[in-house]
Each structure stands twice: as structure tokens, then as C-alpha cells.
């Protein structure tokens, strides 16, 4: 049966490939087919729990299942949705971009025993210069898909530091290190934290982000990503 109301909708409100630029039909959301088709995909729903991305925390946290949806490529047609995420005003297509992680995660079970969903927070100077933080968007897609709570107020950035994007590792590190600060750690003491950002390129600010919350007790975390910067 054609869904006329969709179709409607469609007409009214032209929406594009966050990729190509290419009109989407009403059944595609966010990615037209062919875009989707191309996107690099990890596989790491297969192995959650030993990957790439999994061995980059590993000693770092107390970790339990990592997955990103794609490599990201400086250059690549991935690496413009995650510019287009975080500087063209696109928090519709982050949220479509989270369902689409967790409907491919979720059926490798990577949500079992999940009990909240915390977005790595940005700085207030942040939010007011974007707007919104990407990574709530992200969370709030992939809460939509497993019913799992999003608490973005739990944890706090103090403070705005310069971009992570040319540094190199030990930079990273020294550059997130003390810039988050858990606000309400009895919602998230003894749970099993999702910590959801946008791209996973050291581990340096996720972990920054962990270590604090761990302060909390007795804590430990998955992550997802969009994108994953394999070295």
C-alpha cells in the first residue's frame, strides 16, 4: 500500500542526499541508495567486542563493545557528512545518521545490558556558535531505534579548547585532559554508559569523557561512532 501521507511530505519538503546532493525518495533517509551502497563500512557489528577500534581503549577504560558505522577518510565523501554534521546546520541528518547506526548494531545484540546513552558533551561556546551538539543529535537516533534514555545533563565540558583536528596524539590527550566534569553521578553509578560521538580518531577525548564519569563508581561503557579513523 503506498503511503500517500509520506508522499505528501516528500513533495512538500524536498529533502537531499547529505552526500551527493541528490533528491531523496520516501523510502531513503538521509543516504540516497547509492551513497549507501558506497559508504565504507566498519563490520565491526560483527566483532563489537574485538576490533580496531575496541583495541584503542583497551587498558584506557573499562570497555565492553566499540562499533563506528564507517571509516572516515580525510577527503572522502564520509569526512564531508561528518563537516556537514557539524558546521551546515544538519541536526535532522544526525539523528537519521544515529537511527541508521543502531538499527545495523542492533542486530548484532550490541544493546543488550545498555542502560543509558550519554552524548560527549560540547562546550556552551560550542553549542551557540552550531547551535546543537552533533553527538546529542546521534544519541537521540540511536535512542529512537532501542528505546535506551539519552542524559545529555549528566556530564559537562567546562570549558571551550581548541580543535582536535591537526594535533597529533599526545596533543589530543593534553588538549581534553580536565575539560569534563560529571554533574550528576548518581544517574550514572553502576550502569552500562553508551558514549556516543561523532568520529573515534585516537580515543583521546571519549576517554577523557570516560575517565571522568568513572569517578561516579562502578561504571563501565560501549561506544559508537559514525565515523572511525583507522591508523
Known sequence: MIDLSARLHDLLCTRHCAMCGERLSSGEHALCSVCNACLP???????????????????????????????????????????DLKYNDSPDTAEALGAML?????????????????????????????????SVEIARGISHVTGIAVDAGAVGRMHFESSQTHKQRWDRNDNVAHVFRTIHPERLSHRHILLVDDVATTGATLCACAQEIEKAGDVTFSILTLGFVKV
Open 102 to 134: 543502531a538499527t545495523e548494531y542492533g542486530a548484532a545484540s550490541f544493546f543488550d545490558g545498555i542502560d543509558v546513552i550519554v552524548p560527549v558533551p560540547l562546550s556552551r561556546d560550542r553549542i551557540r556558535e552550531r547551535g546543537y551538539n552533533q
Open 41 to 83: 563500512r566498519t563490520g565491526y557489528d560483527a566483532s563489537p567486542a574485538d576490533n580496531d577500534m575496541a583495541h584503542m581503549f583497551w587498558g584506557r577504560i573499562p570497555i565492553e563493545r566499540c562499533g563506528a558505522l564507517f571509516f572516515y577518510k580525510g577527503g572522502s565523501g564520509a569526512s564531508q557528512l561528518v563537516y
